[in-house]
């Protein structure tokens, strides 16, 4: 015990500890100050800086930036299925400014998170959303929490979770290359959100059939507690309470994302009840609200037998994402844009 | 909680420790409110394990109690038996046999208090394992659904069974609740230790937090606890990146020579920052509560014999084991082959301690074995030049932490394969964090040697609190759980 209290001259360990108490108020409040002013995700919260995009990032976070960017009123939504659907293509084929939203591994939770925050950053300028539905919206524990790490912190309402999130070494390093952007140099993140996955990529005939067979057997799995009935999937009452929030005019297009045949859900099989009925209550919410539009290319069909129009099972290449882009087109001008 | 959170860091340490010295004047409220700001800190990871914590240290309190209260009961009992007008003649025989009886029924209450809290334990920790072997060996068809182990039990467990040793070996008195509520549930030490004698801490629990030098304790607890932090956020989260990498790989793909070494190196280091900044930072955080808690980490891979290391290396859980396993084993006392004995059971035991596998066991065999052989060479050769000790001690661990880690044989073997070359040399990897740690942990002082040693400068105290704002950002994405909470 005493060799931690060898000394009787208590002035020095008050300074000791008076200093510690100045540095580290001082350090906390100033580092957290300077990175909120920074606004290194471009979230507009705090911005003291004109804004100049977002460092190039992962679209988990980089998309703070584009769901607020008045460059665009239309944004795509979805996982790495709805990838390929191209901003570019979309708004010739329409007339819109489309961004991508879309993220890699995220499920009806993540996408809605991110259509609130277009929504609420665009108000009446939205002109409509493009939404790409899989498998998980058609499960009763819809909106659970992805895999994947999401940065629920980045898009909350209340600026403390916002502020507290900001707390990490990511932050830090997005802080360092916010500057390097604001004085001119630095990589901004690609400002349309689009990502091409094919690019550098050559399809092989034999290695998308092997990869075909390996993920349609799992996507296929949907287990009998998954499954649910009419009214039993969370996602589609979450989206409804969405689409109600939202100003008339803006469009909703949901599409259901094509899979390869074989990972279809076999008929009899409870994902199959369960998709059936999710598809009834997808139909039903879509028609009770004007321009709101369903896409459904999740059924056997000759695309959806044709390997050539596949890298795996869920994936599809740029020659369908062509396709669905012209159907979406067909929709939204039915629909009355 | 975590003490590598920042709900502990901003919100629970500050509030609790100032709390704390705002009651200083009054002890009692000050000790109960650490009794339940300590629960509250056990409960904040799972709030399902508070009624086993709160349940445990009710029922050995009160079987403390009872144990307490046999000298006097027999007694009494004595007396109505024996009317006290034949007193005289029969005092002397009666004196030996109440004190027969009382000793009888002493251990009895201590067997079975040890024996409860070891079969708590083993339904938590072991249950399954056990079954497992069983069903592996006979051929029996059982099916135990592993239970979810409640945070930091193997340490309040021992923490219980070194309180009935010294109890039953009358070095320890019947603690009111108060106090032996807070040894066992005091939120520095409940997770992973120090393991700590009762009778070294609860004495400085009535201590005036105010008393003489509380300023330097504050400044010294704080730094020390700035160490801590940093080893774990800057260091052993760090290498735990690689280490995790490298020993998922093993078992399921051929590891190269390089490759293997770059786990095996991670995870050694991973480990020593991990466990040893969390025991800096339990330290600290007493420290700043006015208690001083044992040391735990001594420059381990700085140990020239295998003895040595164990003497550096979790110092308390070492000292627990000699106390109160290897010395009731026999110790050094009865000749050389018993010696060898109690040291692999001893070290067995340990490994078995911190899990419930094989690989574990096999760890503290392989230590047990090393030992042995270490203690026969002392006896009868003379010793190997320092340098020579110290690679072939540090070797030694190191193969053997990739028994600990590897959680299983077939993944151990993975590793042990590419280690030995089998897998072609390849290449290392990443290495920049790697070399600072070793750095660190062999040319370093000690973390509590540095901060008991430390002048109280205003520069030191800026690095400290520049330390654990950096610190802050680097865990608030989410940083790896101490290893040791899985024991």
């Not at chain 2, 120090?194 to 609860?202: D, F, K, S, Y």
Request: hydrophobic share 50%.
């Amino acid at each position: 015990m005493s060799s931690f209290t060898s000394s009787s001259d208590r002035g020095p360990w008050c300074r000791f500890l008076g200093s510690f108490l100045a540095v580290a108020v001082l350090a906390a409040v100033g580092s957290i100050c300077c990175v909120l002013a920074v606004d290194p995700y471009d979230t507009g919260r705090f911005a003291v800086f004109p804004a100049v995009g977002v460092p190039k990032t992962d679209p988990r976070t980089a998309n703070a930036s584009r769901g607020r960017d008045a460059a665009f009123d239309w944004a795509i939504l979805g996982n790495s299925r709805s990838q390929l659907l191209s901003p570019e293509r979309l708004g010739t084929l329409i007339g819109g400014r489309f961004v991508s939203l879309t993220i890699p591994g995220t499920g009806p939770r993540e996408q809605l998170i991110l259509a609130r925050w277009a929504a609420e950053h665009h108000g009446r300028d939205l002109a409509g959303l493009v939404i790409g539905v899989d498998a998980k919206w058609c499960r009763k524990d819809s909106l659970s929490k992805s895999p994947t790490p999401f940065p629920d912190w980045l898009y909350a309402a209340d600026w403390p979770s916002y502020a507290l999130g900001m707390v990490r070494w990511k932050t830090l390093e997005m802080t360092v290359a916010k500057i390097a952007l604001l004085a001119g140099g630095g990589q901004a993140a690609r400002r349309d959100g689009y990502d091409d996955y094919e690019s550098g990529r050559i399809w092989n005939r034999d290695e998308a059939h092997r990869r075909i067979v390996e993920t349609a057997a799992l996507e296929s799995r949907i287990d009998s507690q998954e499954a649910g009935e009419r009214g039993q999937f969370p996602a589609i009452e979450a989206a409804r309470k969405f689409l109600a929030s939202l100003p008339e005019r803006s469009m909703v297009v949901f599409v259901f994302n094509p899979v390869f045949a074989a990972a279809l859900p076999s008929s009899g099989a409870p994902g199959a009840a369960s998709q059936k009925a999710c598809k009834q209550d997808f139909a039903e919410m879509s028609g009770q609200r004007r321009r709101t539009a369903l896409v459904d290319y999740f059924e056997d069909s000759d695309l959806a037998r044709d390997e050539q129009n596949f890298w795996d099972a869920i994936h599809y290449r740029s020659r369908l994402a062509e396709i669905i882009e012209k159907r979406i087109a067909v929709e939204i001008d039915a629909t009355g844009h | 909680m975590l003490f590598n959170s920042l709900p502990f860091i901003l919100v629970f340490a500050p509030l609790v420790i100032s709390i704390y010295w705002c009651l200083a004047g009054r002890e009692n409220a000050r000790l109960w409110f650490l009794v339940l700001a300590s629960i509250a800190f056990y409960g904040y990871w799972n709030i399902a394990h508070v009624p086993l914590l709160v349940l445990s240290l009710g029922a050995n309190w009160l079987a403390a109690g009872v144990f307490a209260r046999a000298d006097r009961d027999l007694t009494e009992l004595a007396d109505r038996v024996n009317p006290p007008y034949d007193q005289c003649v029969m005092s002397g025989l009666r004196s030996r046999r109440i004190a027969r009886r009382s000793r009888t029924r002493k251990t009895v209450i201590a067997v079975s208090a040890i024996g409860g809290n070891l079969s708590v334990l083993a339904f938590y920790k072991y249950l399954a394992f056990f079954a497992a072997t069983l069903n592996q060996t006979i051929g029996s068809d059982f099916h135990v659904t592993p239970a979810e182990l409640p945070l930091g039990i193997s340490f309040f467990t021992f923490h219980h069974i070194i309180y009935w040793v010294d109890l039953q070996r009358g070095q320890a008195p019947f603690y009111r609740l108060r106090d032996y509520a807070l040894y066992i549930v005091n939120f520095p030490q409940i997770l992973a230790g120090p393991l700590v004698r009762n009778r070294e801490i609860v004495p400085q629990f009535r201590l005036d937090p105010w008393r003489d030098g509380w300023d330097e304790r504050l400044g010294r607890g704080i730094t020390l606890f700035s160490i801590g932090l940093a080893k774990k956020a800057f260091l052993a989260d760090s290498l735990a990146t690689t280490a995790t990498e490298i020993f998922a790989k093993a078992g399921r793909a051929p590891l190269t020579c390089l490759e293997a070494w770059n786990g095996c190196l991670s995870f050694a280091f991973q480990i020593y920052f991990d466990f040893s900044g969390y025991s800096d930072m339990a330290i600290g955080l007493a420290l700043m509560l006015g208690m001083v808690l044992p040391l735990n980490f001594d420059i381990p891979y700085r140990a020239v014999n295998l003895r040595e290391f164990w003497r550096r290396w979790h110092i308390t859980l070492s000292f627990f084991l000699r106390d109160y396993v290897y010395i009731p084993l026999g110790g050094s006392r009865s000749g050389p082959t018993r010696q060898m004995f109690a040291l692999a059971a001893t070290m067995a035991l340990g490994g078995l301690w911190h899990g419930a596998g094989w690989t574990f066991v096999l760890w503290g065999l392989l230590h047990g074995v090393g030992l042995a052989v270490c203690a026969l060479w002392q006896r009868c050769l003379p010793p190997l030049p320092r340098p020579l000790g110290w690679a072939l001690t540090l070797v030694f661990v190191f193969v053997g932490w990739v028994l600990f880690r590897a959680g299983t044989l077939e993944a151990a073997g993975g590793m042990l394969a590419g280690m030995s070359g089998a897998g072609g040399l390849g290449q290392f990897g990443a290495w920049r964090t790697l070399v600072i740690a070793a750095a660190v942990a062999l040319l370093g002082p000690s973390s509590v040697q540095a901060s008991a040693t430390m002048a109280p400068r205003a520069t030191w105290a800026a690095v400290s609190a520049l330390v654990i704002v950096t610190a802050l950002f680097k865990i608030g994405g989410g940083g790896y759980e101490f290893i040791y909470f899985q024991f």
